[in-house]
T-cell receptor, first 113, second 112 residues
């Protein structure tokens, strides 16, 4: 079963607006990661936030993590047409000493020019 | 550095055939994983490895085998292909925990 669930499943906004995607998960984690996937391509790692961190920034990306609510959000500011892609959260939890990265189903983001 | 290289990019198999999807990385990463992605779904973990000689099952391991004889290579074997294995397969690697994965470009597999 998949750990993370993204919300919304699809999001369409105008260029220049901010886009917010949410991710909820079920079990304790070591870290949470966000990835981008352009149509027909592999996934690209965007940002990682550790369980003891609450907020992280990378360029136009801002990620928050609330471990008490088991949720995370990804904010993309000043969106561009090139941001059109699917975005996935992935949780990294320790199971019997091994590490598995488990993905959610993704949010499809469309930026309209 | 080439990163993570997957071959082939496309493959059509007949039901019952076997094949191996190749994955190689040149970044000296210890952790490698295989995922499958089906339409409208996220990625599901098939098998993973935390180092040469060490592999373990993910969420959907049935019908697949892996081995990790070297740090660089992590092949995925389909034992007897079934239409339910039609999917896009991604291999990924990372240097260790608390790091993100580098993904290959994927293998699109169709089983008829």
């Amino acid at each position: 079963s998949q750990q993370g669930e993204e919300d919304p499943q699809a999001l369409s906004i105008q260029e220049g607006e901010n886009a917010t995607m949410n991710c909820s998960y079920k079990t304790s984690i070591n870290n949470l990661q966000w990835y981008r996937q352009n149509s027909g391509r592999g996934l690209v790692h965007l940002i990682l936030i550790r369980s003891n961190e609450r907020e992280k920034h990378s360029g136009r990306l801002r990620v928050t993590l609330d471990t008490s609510k088991k949720s995370s959000s990804l904010l993309i500011t000043a969106s561009r047409a090139a941001d059109t892609a699917s975005y996935f959260c992935a949780t990294d939890g320790s199971i019997q000493g091994a590490q598995k990265l488990v993905f959610g189903q993704g949010t499809r983001l469309t930026i309209n020019p | 550095n080439a990163g993570v290289t997957q071959t082939p990019k496309f493959q059509v198999l007949k039901t019952g055939q076997s094949m191996t999807l190749q994955c190689a990385q040149d970044m000296n990463h210890e952790y490698m994983s295989w995922y499958r992605q089906d339409p409208g779904m996220g990625l599901r973990l098939i098998h993973y490895s935390v180092g040469a000689g060490i592999t373990d099952q993910g969420e959907v391991p049935n019908g697949y085998n892996v081995s990790r004889s070297t740090t660089e290579d992590f092949p995925l074997r389909l034992l007897s292909a079934a239409p339910s294995q039609t999917s896009v397969y991604f291999c990924a690697s990372r240097v260790g925990t608390d790091y993100g994965y580098t993904f290959g470009s994927g293998t699109r597999l169709t089983v008829v």
